[in-house]
Structures are given as C-alpha cells and as structure tokens.
C-alpha cells in the first residue's frame, strides 16, 4: 500500500513560520516531481510549488519569496518551508506525488493538513 503520511500543520500567528512534511511510503521504485497544493473554504485547491527529481522548483505568485520547497529523495519525502504566513494562507495544504512503482507512474494524493493563521 503506498501513501503520502503529511504533518507540520497547525495554528501560527501572522508573520510566523511553519514547515510541513510529506513522506512516501510503500513499494515505491522511485519519486518524480512532488508538489504541494492547498484549498481554503470556497475555493479551488490551488498549485502552490513543485520539485522535480532533479530539484528543479517553480513557485506560485502568491507564495514567491516566501515559501521554499525542497525534498530529501533518500527519505523519499518533500518539505515546504512557509514563512512570513498571511491569514490568507489558512487552508488545508496537500502534497501531491508521482511515484513510480513496477514500471508505472502513478499520481498519489496527501490526506491535508489544516494550517490556520490566526492573530
């Protein structure tokens, strides 16, 4: 059984700083791009940054210069650091992966993790 195992998330004030993890676990041969999403009450899940197996990274706008994202392939596990948060960056975060397993690359989804930003 594979799955991504998410945590980091909880209650942070404005201006704090919180670092989510996303572990892959299973019969995995091998990581691809992972990313990391995230969808507030009434909107979409938006695209918030991805890491290619290589560490090639690209940002959302909205997070630019204050998120990073990186990973440890060793671990098979994907990081988001987040700092500077905004109450506008209350919503559930999910990590998003593509694994490879016996030949076949497969799309796997995180459960969430809650982040709240709140005075």
């Given at each position: 059984?594979?799955?991504l195992v998410e945590s980091g ?6 201006g704090?700083?919180?670092r989510?993890?996303c572990a892959a676990s299973?019969?995995i041969a091998s990581?691809n791009?992972?990313?990391w999403y995230?969808q507030a ?19 959302a706008?909205?997070?630019?210069g204050r998120f990073t ?13 987040m700092?500077?948060?905004k109450?506008?960056?209350?919503a ?5 992966a593509?694994?490879?397993r016996v030949?076949?690359?497969?799309n796997y ?11």
């Amino acid at each position: 059984q594979v799955q991504l195992v998410e945590s980091g998330g909880g209650l942070v004030q404005p201006g704090g700083s919180l670092r989510l993890a996303c572990a892959a676990s299973g019969s995995i041969a091998s990581t691809n791009a992972m990313g990391w999403y995230r969808q507030a009450p009434g909107k979409e899940r938006e695209l918030l940054a991805r890491i290619t197996s290589g560490g090639s990274t690209n940002y959302a706008d909205s997070v630019k210069g204050r998120f990073t994202i990186s990973r440890d392939n060793a671990k098979n596990t994907v990081y988001l650091q987040m700092n500077n948060l905004k109450p506008e960056d209350t919503a559930v975060y999910y990590c998003n992966a593509w694994l490879r397993r016996v030949g076949v690359e497969y799309n796997y989804w995180g459960q969430g993790t809650q982040v709240t930003v709140s005075s």
